[in-house]
């Protein structure tokens, strides 16, 4: 019994240890900035930095654990996905994903949940989600 279990530990380790090899996840870019909304006050865009930030602009703050697959994976996935959907850094006038931020915020599918267990700072409260909804909607234009 203690044989196998010894056996066990040791083949996640060399798995483990495989699976560092696997280039994905492992490009930690930020992308020049481009262009940003007409931020309709500082307060709206602290608000996002604190909750939008690290997956929906060229700004991502890049955590120890981004370095170790295979959390690296879906970090990686989950940021390359979030700059494709809405990307702050790189904004043009009139993008239709602007329109659907506000319900996404008030519904609490944004931030992520399990986003927000690693990042407490970026959990909002009702206050934050009304504030930030209607300073992306002032900056944004999406009414």
């Known amino acids: 019994m203690r044989k196998t279990l010894v056996f066990l530990i040791l083949g996640v380790v060399v798995l483990f240890g495989l699976i560092q090899l ?15 909304p007409a931020w309709n006050n500082p307060e709206t865009r602290a608000l996002a930095v604190r909750a939008c930030f690290d997956c929906h602009s060229n700004e991502t703050t890049w955590p120890w654990y981004s370095n170790f697959a295979p959390v690296s994976w ?42 927000v267990l690693m990042h407490p700072d970026a959990r909002l409260t009702d206050a934050d989600k009304q504030l930030l909804v209607q300073g992306l909607q002032d900056s944004l234009g999406t009414r």
């Open 22 to 36: 696997i280039p994905y996840g492992h490009d930690h870019s930020n992308p020049p900035i481009v262009n940003e």
């Open 74 to 115: 879906l970090i990686q996935r989950d940021v390359e996905q979030g700059r494709k959907r809405l990307n702050f850094s790189d904004w043009m006038a009139g993008r239709t994903a602007g329109r659907e931020i506000g319900h996404v915020i008030q519904e609490g599918e944004m931030p992520p949940v399990y986003y």
